[in-house]
């Protein structure tokens, strides 16, 4: 199972929200290069980037950071966050990400992303299905769409994508413990896609559950910046993962 560290971007700093509540903002570091790099001088192979000020705009803000990170590391960065458009698209390539996350475009535009699946191949398009009171939420989960999940992951399984990550909003922040029963449901259904496991996870011990469950990767955030879960031992756990 894949470790993937988060950092989520607010006026260019690293930062987490609550529950996606923007007004439950903290502040973590002035400078996300620094963090990505501390993620790589522990071993992390992964990063997990999410362009906040994107979400909420409808369109990427935030492209300097992932450039600078993706040019003063070799993390392998998946990037999302005001993804809308073409020109979107290919800015985040071009800057750097090795995959994009399509989340509100992927309710409101489908025939968009399946025509990125074509063009840039699904290992490139990671489907973000992100849970708010059982419907799809959107637009840095200010909105909630009409979208069920289990409809929603069979059409784009239809359509080729075989990466998801999955967020369930009322977890998220809050480091109480992530959505297992979800995760196992969501798999027991679509056993081959590869599902990222997001929010709320909050120790060592829960980690090896998902990865029990069949998590392809667990993205980890709030946990590592309040000391939950250290550096050393997520290099530790990805040696037994």
């Not at 392998?76 to 020109?87: E, L, M, N, P, S």
């Not at 973000?128 to 409809?151: F, H, R, Y």
Request: glycine letters at 10%; aromatic letters at 6%.
């Amino acid at each position: 199972m894949k470790i993937i560290p988060a950092i989520d971007l607010i006026d260019g700093r690293c930062v987490r929200l609550t529950q996606g509540d923007y007004n439950q903002k903290k502040i973590y570091n002035e400078n996300p290069v620094a963090v990505a790099k501390e993620f790589e001088d522990a071993g992390i192979e992964y990063l997990h980037l999410v362009d906040l000020d994107g979400a909420k705009a409808k369109h990427i803000v935030n492209a300097n950071v992932l450039e600078a990170i993706a040019s003063q590391t070799n993390l392998t960065i998946d990037f999302g966050g005001g993804i809308k458009t073409d020109k979107d698209i290919q800015i985040a390539f071009e800057a750097g990400a090795s995959q994009i996350t399509a989340g509100s475009i992927a309710v409101n535009n489908p025939d968009l992303v399946k025509n990125w699946i074509a063009r840039y191949g699904a290992d490139k398009i990671i489907l973000g299905a992100d849970v708010k009171n059982g419907g799809i939420a959107i637009n840095g989960w200010q909105e909630t769409s009409q979208l069920d999940l289990m409809p929603f992951l069979q059409r784009y399984m239809e359509n080729g994508i075989q990466n998801c990550i999955c967020t369930d909003v009322s977890k998220d922040g809050l480091l109480q413990g992530s959505a297992v029963e979800l995760y196992r449901s969501i798999l027991r259904q679509f056993p081959n896609l590869n599902l990222v496991a997001s929010g709320g996870v909050n120790s060592i011990q829960e980690l090896k559950q998902l990865s029990e469950v069949g998590c392809a990767g667990a993205i980890i955030g709030k946990a590592i910046y309040e000391g939950k879960i250290t550096l050393n031992e997520l290099t530790k756990e990805m040696i037994l993962c």
